[in-house]
């Protein structure tokens, strides 16, 4: 299952007791303290770890504590700091105060990371303040973690259109491909080589008319083209599903546009396939005057005109 969005609570170790101890010595009034300071309570960090790609860890971890750091001892001994926790989410998420919605990182970068609750510090022994103090409780905060991958190409299409396909062609990503609507149930990411150049690609389910309002699986999945620098339209130019591939032009920009304005500010490619198929190549005339914009006839089956789509990809990506 893929899971965007969780809401968690971090909790950090509390700081260990400073000790109250003295060195034994015969006359009591001349004995000296000697008790150590209390440990650090860990820290809570959360870090991107590009071999990540969904939330699903915290659907059933939701309390997540460090532990408290150890006791300090006697003849000043500090205590053990407790180990620090880390949690490891897909570069792409943003971690937000659920309290006040502030967002506390965008992480974006590989093994970027961030302490969302500080571990407690440890309370000094006698040897260094007269009464042993406890140690400090660790911060705590309730976080929505919310993932928005991160790709340079993002794929749009209504349902069999061949974004699966494609993907699988291009990279070694290998998600499910079959004539059938909504194969795909959540994003993918892809890693294309190409010319000594790297991009990172996204498939996502179908879209169909009234995505942005909920139809087919909606708006759910829009969020993960949001950060992509291009956008790449899929469109069955063979209209196996007897729509109108002009038709699914129109609709995807405009499902786009209800979304998120932004989205149209994009640069993309409209990629029109299945031009193997004999009703692809009776549509083409009709889609160019249609559309009134360049597009590429690609066939993600016979690969016809894919080099070409990637080396734009990568002009495009400068
Ligand atoms: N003839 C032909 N069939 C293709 C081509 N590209 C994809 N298909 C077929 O179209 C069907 C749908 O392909 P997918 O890649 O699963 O489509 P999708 O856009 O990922 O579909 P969803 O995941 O449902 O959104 C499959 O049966 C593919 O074999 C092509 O270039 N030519
Ligand atoms: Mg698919």
Known sequence: ??????????????????????????????????????????????????????????????????????????NNKTG????????????????????NSLIVRDLTYINEEVIVARGGRGGRGNIRHENAEPGKLGESIHLHLDLKLIADVGLVGFPNAGKSSLISCISKAKPKIAAYPFTTKAPILGIVEFDEKEFK??????????????????????????????L?????????????????????????MLYNKELNDK???????????????????????????????ISCKDKTNIDKFLKRVIGLLG
Not at 1 to 8: N, S, Y
Not at 53 to 67: D, Q, S, V
Not at 267 to 292: G, M, R, S, T
Request: proline letters at 5%; hydrophobic letters at 35%; aromatic letters at 8%.
């Open 80 to 99: 053990r700091d407790g180990e620090d926790v880390y949690l490891s989410v897909p570069p792409g998420t943003f971690v937000i105060n659920a309290d």
């Open 1 to 74: 299952m893929f899971i965007d969005e969780v809401d968690i609570y971090v909790q950090a170790g509390t700081g260990g007791s400073g000790c109250k101890s003295f060195r034994h010595i015969r006359d009591a009034k001349k004995r000296k303290p000697n008790g150590g300071d209390g440990g650090q309570g860990g820290h809570v960090i959360i870090k991107a770890d590009p071999g990540i790609y969904t939330l699903r860890e915290f659907r059933y971890k939701k309390n997540i504590k460090a532990p408290s750091g150890g006791r300090g001892g006697s």
């Open 232 to 256: 790449a339209f899929v469109i069955d130019l063979a209209g196996v599903d007897g729509r109108k591939p002009w038709d699914d032009f129109f609709s995807l920009k405009n499902e786009l």
């Open 201 to 230: 690609i996204a498939d996502i389910p179908g879209l169909i008319e009234g995505a942005h309002s909920g139809s087919g699986l909606g708006d759910r999945f829009l969020r993960h083209i949001e950060r992509t620098r291009i």
């Open 267 to 297: 640069p993309y490619i409209i990629l029109a396939n299945k031009i193997d198929l004999v009703a692809a190549k009776e549509n083409v005339k009709v889609f160019k005057d249609k559309i009134e914009e360049p597009f590429s006839m």
